[in-house]
């Protein structure tokens, strides 16, 4: 079952860039919480705070519980297996927190990028060893890590879905699952990141059926967004674009995960400020109502 969500803008003012996941806590919760449900979102981005404040953990929450908001995640999105030794250890420990995190505030997960075998930027620069063996093995380690130092009872590690790492495919992530072979080890299934190739690109119904007969069970959270071709082009160009501006069929992405059983926290993400975000809801909502699917 999808809980359909996104981040909600306080007094008219869109998001900013920095609050695409998590809007910065100089606002109440209560208010936080109210914008995501007057918005009809049923799950919400976690406002921006951090494991040594217990009061504004608290206070969040319970604000979100108290309007049945549910909390999506809490991100981190930097390079883990940084060349350069100390920063590596310091995005480790913040992923770590961030488990913690997610765990403490009743998040529904911590997401981060498995990075690259790079110096700085994970994101942004990539290298033929982040598809290896040992990158292989140095993930299914690092989710292990994370979720014993942890021990989260109903929080889950996730890797963001990246197509310039190990975590590139339905049939990549499948077999992590059973590598890692923790409880607390989930799927963060983002529809988009998993189209690659042209192929991908006109298949991606086929990919949301394949990824919920392969790991339905295991899916936690999803990001929901749009992506376009660009043409005329030689070289293959995807870009993200608003929801209804591509191809992705978001009526049966919505129904494959919405017949599973679980609440799946299913989010807008990276778009420019509120009108864009009404605009995608508005067409996500109507491809999964022709679908069936009530959000």
Not at 66 to 88: C, H, K, Q, S
Not at 104 to 131: L, M, P, Q
Not at 162 to 176: R, T, Y
Request: glycine share 8%.
């Amino acid at each position: 079952m999808i809980r359909f969500g996104g981040p909600a803008s306080l007094k008219g003012r869109a998001p900013g860039a920095g609050e695409s996941h998590g809007a910065a806590l100089g606002a109440d919760p209560r208010d936080l919480a109210r914008a995501a449900k007057a918005k009809g979102y049923r799950a919400a981005y976690t406002p921006q705070v951090s494991l040594g404040e217990p009061e504004k953990i608290k206070a969040i929450r319970e604000a979100f519980a108290a309007e049945d908001v549910m909390l999506a995640e809490v991100g981190y999105w930097d390079n883990i297996m940084d060349l350069d030794m100390t920063e590596r250890a310091r995005h480790r420990k913040a992923v770590t927190d961030a488990l913690a995190l997610a765990e403490e505030v009743g998040a529904r997960c911590a997401v981060d990028i498995f990075g690259s075998y790079c110096r700085g930027n994970g994101n942004s620069v990539h290298t033929a060893r982040n598809f290896s063996a040992e990158a292989f093995e140095d993930a299914v380690d690092m989710a292990r890590g994370f979720i014993d130092a942890v021990k989260p009872k109903s929080a889950y590690f996730c890797y963001e879905i990246f197509p310039f790492s190990v975590v590139d495919s339905p049939e990549a992530i499948e077999k992590l699952i059973w590598a890692v072979d923790r409880k607390q080890f989930g799927v963060h299934l983002d529809l988009v990141n998993l189209v690659n190739c042209p192929r991908a690109y006109w298949g991606n119904a086929d990919i949301a059926r394949d990824c919920v007969r392969r790991f339905g069970n295991r899916i936690v959270a999803s990001h929901v967004k749009d992506i376009k071709m660009k043409e005329p082009a030689i070289s293959v160009i995807l870009e993200e674009v608003v929801a209804g501006e591509g191809v992705i069929d978001f009526g049966v992405f919505a129904k494959a995960l919405n017949d599973l059983p679980q609440e799946i926290p299913f989010m807008l993400e990276h778009l420019a400020g509120e009108a864009e975000y009404d605009r995608a809801a508005a067409f996500v909502r109507a491809r999964a109502a022709e679908a069936g699917v009530k959000i």
